[in-house]
């Protein structure tokens, strides 16, 4: 079942590829001369040479050996693996996108500014936020540049001392790395009985030295912190700012907005929430919306709509600069927008709508059998528990996670947050029928009862993939990270 | 309305609320109070079918056009073959996220193993990891690894001939962190290395350098490697990957992390995105490079599999103490690269490489004996080169005639760097993928606006 590398099959003269003859003038060639000896490079790197057919082979075998969103079901928590248009995917071919260079005049590419311009308006819009920028590459991308922007804002302010970030403890592990990485300190805001911010323990860490607190509405137990009026009040009295992690927007577009809530600065997920395929781990898109009191900050270049046309704006002194090599991922933003104007106003609501049907739906059938520590009506996601079966049968999340495979599904996502032991936490996102949620619940059931009855069957699954339980710690000891 | 991505029928959604036991769905928005929900729908437009808004999307792909590039700047037009992107839309690599589960992932796993492996041969180093954003933010990372690999360093010394936006993107990654980039003054297009040795004070931490640099032109490290680490400096060069064909590979130069751009293996202009970041450094940095990484491993029966691995670098386990924030990385476009780089072996690598040098310097000679134009410096360069014009207004009319002829002729250079000593460079790069008929056509249309 498993495939070599293709490196393996490599045989000496063979092409996939040709390149036309180069046809200047008879001459040209033989009298330019080389590079310089010593810029010359003196190892050539060993690639593969096979014909074309076995690239082919190769890489449509190694297909077979993933699993998308296409192949099944994939309620990987806090990813929103939701349906990804294949209209997007059509439109992402145009060449009239492809084939434009980022730098080419401004007057040949209105288009593509058109598109940026008109998203911007879009996102600003469903998130209730003033503009944005569209340069970052992912999410954890835009947490950095929107941190980045809260610390310009104090530094112009002439706040030096606001160096402490405050991020809950169910927060994603990217908030407090972006945190650090724009040199401030990270305290941990702990989480009450229900699961939500402790308020108290947050208003005793609120003060001078607070530039900001990252939040995640829903949180990543699937709950929506109800509290966050009074939240952002007190951060805001403090002199404080409020950073909306956006990946879990999926649970209210629509429905409410970041903005109303008080939140100064946010980044989306477009591979989430707007449906822009994953692609194996990237690219993705992680816009950041901000406030009035943040929108000088934002990223140059800005996009304006002049009486000319559309015009990127460079003259913006307070701005933090620029965060990627040109204007973001532009064939993930066009897809986004694809869907955003297949969805339009009503349908990213009945998204949202949906996706949280389905999660409680989903819930239901499995708080009867799995322990739900944080229960009540849930947002779009739910955690549960693996604590006890883990005392009583030695059953792990993991284990569960494992069985699954061999069942057709992608596992939800395991061991997070880290305030529920042994938890698995599950996102159906809008795009699954009832009959797919009863066929997953059903076999969800099935395999604790045969976990029950016979813990070393599933200890040793799974058993329909080409390797089972791969040795990490060999990994980790003996790295073996290249041919 | 019904929405195709949205399976439920009223039916579906009655025995679905019945089951959780509430009477609405608005009854499980009932934690949002009622100043937080939205009164109105919010004010975008409405739905559109499929054909409406391929018909739109249509209309205002029009509004872009395209012509024959003869541009660069870090983005190029190299010819790619047919399986990149058939292959690269297979819908499990499409619609599959981050391999977390690694016994079904084999196939996204295997893919990026060979992604570093092909890394590691092209620039020599020791170890790759599986993508980051583009070139420019892995030259910020690196700036990361410098800082945090020299005790009491707070300085990183970049060249001033790297890409205006690389260095930009750079200066915003010290913004407010109390870490400054100091810059090393450029000489006739390239480093001025003569004043490397006093910049190298105990604070800082490495340099960062970039060949072929911002005007295309080759440079010259010959002991640099060995002054930096005289100093306990690292040291890490930016190239466009493809270069790498032809010239000096960064370990060949002594360098200690190799970053760039994937874009001109595989990967369409597409305004300037998804690019694809590469990262690889010697065997001594494996535990500080960011973003992912794969291993290979065996699973309990001794069967060769390939999994996730030097995690405990990560986010998603350190938090706060990791390397990075990396989450997501660019695989899919990782995956183009790999595939292209399948498809054309070394020998293809080195034929696009050479190509490219030639077609340049074919193009490059014949605009250096045009009047009014000149080549800025002597320096050895790959597929792109500077032309300096001798004034503006002729420069303007030299772009705007072979726009009218569908020539996109060149970069300006003032529009990278906003900087008026710029203003009359321009930037022209030329790959393997421009015919002959297009550079006489480029050559004849020169000829006639400076004559």
Same mark, same amino acid.
């Given at each position: 079942m498993s495939e070599p590398l293709l490196i393996d099959k490599s045989k000496k003269g063979r092409k996939a590829y040709c390149f036309p003859?180069?046809?200047?003038?008879?001459g040209f060639e033989q009298a330019l001369p080389e590079l310089p000896s010593h810029l010359l490079r003196i190892k050539p790197a060993r690639l593969p040479e096979v014909a074309e057919l076995d690239v082919v082979r190769h890489f449509t075998k190694l297909s077979t050996l993933s699993f998308g969103v296409d192949n099944g079901p994939y309620p990987l928590g806090s990813c929103t693996m939701k349906y990804n248009p294949k209209l997007g995917e059509q439109i992402a071919q145009f060449p009239a996108f492809t084939?434009?260079?980022?730098?080419?005049d401004i007057s040949t590419s209105q288009g593509c500014l058109s598109i940026m311009y008109n998203l911007l308006e879009d996102l600003s819009s469903i998130t209730g936020m003033s503009w944005g920028s569209l340069?970052?590459?992912?999410g954890a991308h835009g947490e950095y540049v929107g941190l980045k922007m809260i610390r310009a804002y104090f530094l112009e302010r002439g706040?030096?001392?606001?160096?402490k970030v405050l991020v809950p403890i169910?927060?994603?592990?990217?908030n407090p790395a972006s945190a650090v990485m724009n040199g401030f300190d990270v305290v941990t805001v702990a989480s009450n009985k229900e699961g939500l911010v402790d308020i108290e323990d947050l208003k005793s860490k609120?003060?001078?030295?607070?530039?900001a607190l990252m939040l995640t509405n829903p949180n990543t137990l699937g709950?929506?912190?109800?509290?966050i009026l009074e939240i952002s009040a007190s951060v805001h009295e403090c002199g404080g700012l409020l950073y909306y992690?956006?990946?879990?927007?999926n649970a209210i577009m629509g429905m409410a907005t970041p903005g109303d809530m008080g939140f100064d600065v946010l980044h989306l997920n477009l591979h989430k929430t707007f449906s822009t395929p994953h692609g194996g781990g990237g690219p993705g898109s992680g816009p950041v919306m901000v406030n009035d009191t943040l929108r000088?900050?934002?990223?140059?270049p800005d996009i304006e709509l002049t009486d000319g046309g559309y015009v990127y704006t460079?003259?913006?002194?307070?701005s933090i600069g620029k965060?990627?090599?040109?204007?973001?991922?532009f064939l993930v933003l066009l897809r986004a927008y694809v869907y955003i104007l297949r969805m339009g106003s009503e349908g990213i609501k009945a998204a949202a709508a949906h996706a949280v049907l389905n999660a409680n739906y989903l819930k239901s059938k499995l708080e009867k059998h799995f322990d739900?520590?944080?229960?009540g009506v849930c947002m779009h996601e739910f955690v549960i528990s693996c604590e006890n079966l883990k005392k009583e049968y030695g059953i792990t999340a993991q284990d569960m996670a494992k069985g699954l495979i061999d069942e057709g599904y992608h596992p939800p996502t395991m061991?997070?947050?880290?305030?529920?032991?042994?938890a698995l936490m599950f996102e159906p996102t809008e795009s699954e029928s009832i009959e797919t949620l009863d066929a997953f619940a059903d076999s969800l059931i099935s395999l604790l009862e045969r976990a029950k009855k016979d813990p070393a069957y599933l200890k040793g699954?799974?058993?329909?993939?080409?390797?089972?339980?791969?040795?990490e710690v060999r990994a980790i000891k003996e790295p073996d990270l290249h041919y | 309305m019904v929405y195709p991505y949205i399976p439920h029928t009223d039916e579906d959604r009655k025995r679905m609320l019945e089951a959780i036991g509430?009477?609405?769905?608005e009854e499980l928005y009932a934690s949002l109070t009622e100043d937080l =929900?939205?009164?109105?729908?919010?004010?975008i437009s409405h739905g559109r079918t499929e054909d409406e808004v391929l018909r739109m999307i249509t209309a205002i792909a029009q509004r872009n056009s395209t012509g024959i590039p003869f541009l660069g700047c870090g983005c190029y037009d190299h010819l790619v073959p047919s399986t990149v992107q058939t292959l690269a839309s297979l819908p499990s690599f499409v619609t599959a996220?981050?391999?977390?589960?690694a016994e079904m992932s084999q196939g996204l796993l295997q893919a990026s193993y060979e992604f570093q492996s092909m890394i590691c041969e092209i620039t020599g180093m020791d170890v790759s990891n599986?993508?980051?954003?583009d070139g420019a933010n892995s030259a910020a990372e690196a700036a990361t690894i410098m800082i945090g690999s020299k005790r009491k360093s707070k300085a990183v010394l970049v060249s001033g001939t790297l890409h205006p936006f690389t260095l930009q993107v750079l200066h915003t990654w010290a913004l407010g962190t109390g870490n400054e980039i100091r810059v090393l003054e450029e000489k006739n297009g390239v480093t001025?290395?003569?004043s490397l040795h006093s910049a190298l004070t105990d604070e800082v931490a490495g340099l960062i350098v970039q060949t072929?640099?911002?005007?295309?032109l080759l440079e010259d490290f010959s002991t640099v490697a060995e002054q930096l680490h005289e100093k306990g400096c690292l040291f890490a060069i930016s190239s466009d990957i493809l270069s790498l064909a032809i010239q000096k590979s960064p370990a060949e130069w002594g360098a200690d992390i190799a970053i760039g751009d994937?874009?001109? =293996?595989? =990967?369409?202009?597409?305004?300037?995105?998804p690019s694809c970041g590469y990262m690889a450094v010697t065997k001594a940095l494996m535990r500080k490079i960011p973003g992912r990484i794969v291993g290979a491993t065996v699973d309990g029966q001794g069967r060769r599999g390939y999994t996730l691995t030097?995690?405990?670098?990560?986010q998603h386990i350190?938090?706060?103490?990791?390397?990075?924030?990396?989450?997501?990385?660019q695989a899919l476009a990782a995956l183009m690269t790999t595939i292209h780089l399948s498809s054309l072996g070394w020998s293809g690598m080195v034929e696009a490489a050479q190509q490219s040098y030639v077609k340049a310097h074919y193009l490059a000679y014949h605009l250096a004996q045009?009047?009014?134009?000149?080549?800025?410096?002597?320096v050895p360069f790959w597929c792109e080169f500077p032309l300096r014009f001798s004034d503006s207004k002729k420069m303007r009319k030299f772009l705007q005639e072979l726009r009218n002829e569908g020539?996109?002729?060149?970069?300006?250079?003032s529009s990278l760097t906003r900087e008026t000593k710029d203003e009359l460079v321009l930037l022209v790069a030329v790959t393997e993928k421009r015919s002959r008929e297009e550079l006489e056509l480029y050559l004849a249309a020169a000829r006639r606006v400076m004559k």
């Open positions: 003859a180069l046809d200047l003038p008879r084939t434009m260079h980022p730098l080419q340069q970052p590459c992912a706040e030096v001392a606001r160096n169910s927060a994603h592990g990217t609120l003060d001078g030295s607070v530039a709950l929506f912190e109800k509290d992690d956006g990946a879990n927007l000088p900050f934002l990223p140059k460079w003259d913006r002194p307070l965060v990627s090599m040109f204007w973001g991922n739900v520590p944080y229960g061991y997070f947050p880290t305030l529920v032991s042994e699954a799974p058993y329909s993939t080409p390797v089972g339980r791969l040795d | 509430v009477g609405s769905i =929900l939205l009164s109105d729908s919010v004010p996220y981050t391999p977390y589960q599986a993508s980051l954003y001025d290395l003569k072929p640099n911002r005007y295309g994937t874009q001109a =293996l595989g =990967l369409p202009l597409a305004f300037g995105g030097l995690q405990a670098r990560e350190k938090r706060e103490k990791a390397s990075s924030n990396v989450c997501s990385n045009l009047p009014g134009m000149t080549l800025v410096w002597d020539i996109f002729a060149g970069v300006r250079l």
